[in-house]
């Protein structure tokens, strides 16, 4: 295990994303195997210091912004331990958690396999996208992070070393649940009573379920529970070919109208099971997105107002047919002709670098103005996504603030950025945010979607939580952590875990 006191090198690991400002450590500790990590955590409980869990600093919610003790830095467990093919179909891969996302899924992808979670930053690491429930473009057909852990290797607080494969320990129907440790003792807490909000992606709080698998707690907990070390995710076939595509419309009636059909289609035919229009990714970008990207991507048709990128599974025997269902839907909406296609890898590749350019261009506009975005991560029910939407765009519109919509719309989740040239446009646009946040609760929404909560959004859980609920999701990590070392400030107050 190395130990670093340099604060030019501290000073590295307790920044992130989020530009979140004042973080500070006494030190970084780098252990390199799991019995190293239970070891720092004991210690840490026996003399109540804070401990901070850092993976490759990508989150944007201040998640490894620390404010004092250590910064637990996970960068040298990096091994990736085994991928397997199954006999059937799929495989299982075995990797420690700072192994790098893109490493992992390479090391995949070269067995024919696939590992379907995919959030835009892919230089994160394996162990902070379960423990913030990762997702991304293709979560609109493959569901979230949670669905692909079957085991996990969890250092806890009180030094103790778990290993938690599915299906081992469930919550009872009271919502109670129990661990044994070595040395006849346990573990005992009960599950917040909250009900989960209705939308295909959540990342706001611990996860509940009536009957839960205790795994499910861990996954999405943002560190606070305990410390990620080892992942078993389930793989599935790589996909024989995939057909892309980014799609201009002169109308925003007509791409909205577009969306909608496509998410039915691809909804209906997954149930059914039909070969047939199936998007494992809906992605929008408005009219301000588009201005962003004329920056770098001049061939923008000029009268192009709104666009979807989106990404369809092909193989041999579907893939004219497939073809031709979406061209039937882009006649039927009037998608501009001169929209992009790709069946390659190369032109693919081409096309996931547009859909990600606009937060590097967004980031070179906070630099300039030296002011920190305002970025939604809320997710809404189906039914309630259109009223959602008229509301950003009938605020922004009236507030003259500059700002882009963009996301994704298969989820009914896009992410409004606010782009404040100065203080007074910075405290109006939070002034926006909260009113976005309050109706996005009023609906059924949910506070983020796939960011987290973190330290930034901590305060904003009582738009979306009752006091109750909160204290219940208190006690819970209260119960891993008596001593509330870790992760603190994250998604609690010192305040609210009575330290």
């Known amino acids: 295990m190395i130990t670093k006191t340099d604060p030019d090198i501290v000073q590295g690991y307790v920044i992130d994303a989020s530009f979140m400002r004042g973080g500070t450590a006494d030190r970084v500790v780098f252990p390199e195997t799991a019995e190293e990590v239970a070891q720092i955590l004991a210690s840490a409980t026996r003399d109540r210091t804070p401990v901070t869990i850092s993976g490759a600093g990508t989150g944007t919610v201040g998640g490894r912004v ?121 573990i005992q807490a009960t599950i917040p009573s909250y009900h989960m909000p209705q939308t295909r992606k959540n990342a706001t709080g ?113 893939e004219d047919q497939l073809l031709s269902d979406w061209m039937t839907l882009l006649e039927r909406y009037d998608a501009l002709a001169d929209s992009w296609f790709a069946t390659n890898e190369q032109d693919q590749v081409t096309l996931r670098e547009f859909r990600h350019q606009l937060p590097v261009l967004m980031n070179e506009w906070f630099a300039r103005y030296e002011q920190r975005k305002v970025s939604t991560d809320m997710a809404v029910p189906d039914d309630e996504f259109a009223g959602m939407l008229k509301l950003y765009q009938d605020t922004l519109r009236e507030s003259d603030l500059r700002h882009t919509i963009f996301g994704h719309i298969g989820d009914n989740h896009i992410h409004v950025n606010i782009l404040p040239r100065d203080d007074e446009e910075a405290t109006r646009a939070r002034e926006l945010y909260v009113k976005f946040l309050k109706y996005a609760a009023s609906v059924g929404g949910t506070l983020s979607a796939e960011h987290g909560v973190g330290k930034l959004k901590r305060d904003y859980l009582r738009i979306f939580f009752s006091d109750e609920h909160l204290r219940e999701m208190a006690a819970l990590k209260l119960a891993f952590d008596p001593a509330g070392i870790l992760g603190r400030g994250n998604i609690f107050s010192e305040a609210l875990l009575g330290l």
């Open 206 to 318: 611990y996860f509940t379920s009536p009957g839960m698998d205790l795994l499910d707690l861990f996954i999405g907990s943002e560190g606070t529970l305990g410390v990620v070390v080892e992942v078993e995710a389930k793989l599935l076939e790589k996909p024989k070919g995939i057909l892309s595509g980014v799609v201009f419309f002169k109308s925003e009636k007509d791409v909205l109208s577009f969306v909608s059909d496509a998410r039915k289609q691809s909804l209906e035919n997954r149930a059914r099971g039909k070969k047939r229009l199936d998007a494992r990714a809906v992605e929008y970008f408005d009219r301000e997105s588009l201005g962003f990207l004329r920056q770098k991507y001049s061939a923008i048709p000029e009268e192009a107002t709104n666009a979807v990128f989106f990404e369809q599974e092909t193989s041999a025997e579907t």
């Open 66 to 186: 620390a404010f004092g003790g250590i910064v637990l830095a996970t960068d040298r467990l990096n091994k990736i331990k085994s991928v397997t093919r199954h006999q059937n179909s799929g495989g299982t891969a075995v990797a420690e958690a700072g192994v790098r996302l893109s490493d992992f899924q390479r090391a995949v992808e070269s067995e024919g396999l696939l590992y379907p979670p995919d959030p835009t930053e892919r230089s994160c690491f394996l162990g902070g996208t379960v423990a913030t429930n990762a997702s991304g473009a293709r979560t609109f057909k493959y569901g979230p992070t949670r669905k692909y852990i079957s085991r996990l290797k969890i250092a806890l607080a009180t030094g103790d070393l778990i290993d938690l494969q599915r299906g081992e320990l469930h919550a009872d129907s009271s919502g109670h649940l129990e661990i044994a440790l070595p040395g006849n003792r346990r």
